[in-house]
């Protein structure tokens, strides 16, 4: 039973790293949607990569979130 544990920890970990492209959807308050494409990246460094475009000015406020 403690390998199969370990295997799925192990398993679950390697594919948490892995680098692949991701797609950023921005929703814009008064413009509507946008996506792009953020490439081989891990899921962590891509979801701080799309909420770099976060905003909030002059009432317009832009929300990124990782698709």
């Given at each position: 039973?403690?390998?199969?544990?370990?295997?799925?920890?192990f398993?679950?970990?390697?594919?948490?790293?892995?680098?692949?492209?991701?797609?950023?959807?921005?929703?814009?308050?008064?413009?509507?949607?946008?996506?792009?494409?953020?490439?081989?990246?891990?899921?962590?460094?891509?979801?701080?990569?799309?909420?770099?475009?976060?905003?909030?000015?002059?009432?317009?406020?832009?929300?990124?979130?990782?698709?």
């Amino acid at each position: 039973m403690k390998k199969v544990l370990v295997l799925g920890l192990f398993s679950a970990m390697a594919l948490a790293s892995c680098k692949k492209d991701w797609t950023c959807k921005c929703t814009n308050s008064v413009a509507g949607s946008t996506s792009s494409t953020i490439a081989d990246m891990t899921k962590k460094d891509a979801t701080t990569e799309c909420n770099k475009g976060d905003a909030s000015v002059g009432g317009v406020t832009v929300d990124c979130e990782l698709q």
